[in-house]
């Protein structure tokens, strides 16, 4: 009796050890097998032994998803991912096991899994694409704010007679008026490059010529006065001039008789930073008067006629002046694109020693807006 209740005990000990080691294994055809994992099972093959088939080997790339009746294994690498190893049932595990399933695996995920670790991965490709797709929508949709409003030009400018010349310039402006705001800001820089061609063949660059300007503007009272504080740097080494930086502050008025039609005058004073190549009979700093005058004119609703002046001289030497005078006619063909043909005239009385140098030019230019 006691020889039969021993062996009765081995028998059932091990079909207890048997029912542990029995695995689901899910195909991805969609087929479902019940067995033992064997230990001859490698990256390549997992051998299986099943009750009703035997011992059955399956390719590892078929295999989606091994689970035991206590804990969950990690799934098998898709094919295009590489073979994985697969973990032994019996292992403790120490993290949650990532999932990778077909579509229609997802939509009824085993016990205790969630959801969310059934979710097919995306396809790389459509992925990359719906990401190309978000990329142009932001850039079309790209819009410079409301109180902005500036330009670009771009120009190349032709000369013939004694000496020839090619220009090439790029101007820019940007002006912010914050709506409901006394306050203005105005942006402005611009950028040229002259090649220049003596009689004989030889060329030259003539000149490397640099400027930009700030102004702040403050409107007061009714909106027709204003305060200006203008900051203006300038490299000219056409004239000789090294570099020259002046800072004004006045008061101006801005009359305003239609919405096609603007006009500011002003004036002020402050301090000149200049240095010259020629004698140094202005080098350093100097005090500074300035009046200013624009005038914006819009005819049609895409045409419009920019004409300023600003003046400037040195209170101690009357002779001391220089002045800029642009005028400008633009033509908007579309919201982005446009063409101006304008006339620019820069002259200094005195840039060290009496010389007087004169530049102008007439100009063309694409204008793109924003």
């Not at 490709?125 to 902005?148: D, F, G, H, M, Q």
């Not at 940007?174 to 063949?201: C, D, M, V, W």
């Not at 202005?282 to 300035?290: E, I, L, W, Y």
């Not at 919201?335 to 530049?359: H, I, P, W, Y």
Request: aromatic residues 10%; negative net charge.
């Amino acid at each position: 009796m006691m020889c039969f209740l021993k062996y009765f005990l081995l028998f059932l000990l091990g079909v207890i050890s048997a029912q542990a080691n029995i695995s689901l294994v899910k195909l991805d055809s969609g087929e479902q097998l019940l067995g033992e994992v064997l230990p001859q099972s490698n990256d390549a093959v997992l051998v299986l032994r099943s009750n009703l088939l035997g011992e059955v080997e399956l390719p590892r790339s078929r295999v989606l998803v091994i689970e035991s009746r206590e804990a969950r294994t990690e799934l098998a690498s898709k094919p295009e991912a590489g073979v994985a190893r697969a973990e032994q049932a019996s292992e403790p595990k120490t993290k949650k096991p990532q999932v990778a399933l077909k579509e229609a695996d997802a939509e009824a995920p085993s016990e205790g899994q969630s959801a969310a670790a059934h979710k097919p991965d995306e396809p790389e490709t459509e992925a990359a694409e719906e990401k190309r797709r978000e990329i142009v929508k932001s850039l079309r949709e790209l819009k410079a704010p409301e109180i902005w409003s500036g330009d670009l030009r771009l120009g190349i400018n032709l000369s013939s007679g004694d000496q020839r010349w090619t220009e090439t310039y790029a101007r820019g402006k940007l002006e912010i008026k914050p709506k409901q705001s006394p306050h203005f800001y105005r942006f402005a820089g611009a950028y040229t490059y002259r090649q220049t061609e003596r009689n004989n063949g030889d060329t030259f660059k003539s000149t490397d010529r640099y400027d930009a300007e700030f102004t702040y503007r403050r409107n007061f009272g009714e909106g027709a006065w204003f305060f200006q504080n203008a900051l203006g740097g300038r490299v000219d080494q056409i004239k000789g001039i090294e570099h020259e930086i002046q800072d004004t502050v006045g008061i101006g008025y801005r009359y305003k008789p239609s919405n096609s039609l603007e006009v500011l005058l002003g004036g002020g004073g402050g301090v000149e930073d200049l240095e010259v190549a020629f004698e140094d009979t202005r080098s350093g700093f100097n005090s500074v008067m300035n009046i200013f005058q624009e005038t914006t004119w819009r005819p049609m609703k895409r045409t419009s006629l920019v004409q300023r002046f600003n003046y400037y001289w040195n209170p101690e030497e009357p002779d001391q002046f220089n002045y800029v005078l642009t005028t400008a006619v633009r033509v908007r063909l579309t919201d982005l694109l446009g063409f101006e043909f304008s006339f620019n005239k820069n002259f200094d009385n005195d840039v060290g020693d009496g010389n007087a140098r004169d530049d102008t030019q007439w100009r063309n230019a694409l204008v793109v807006y924003f």
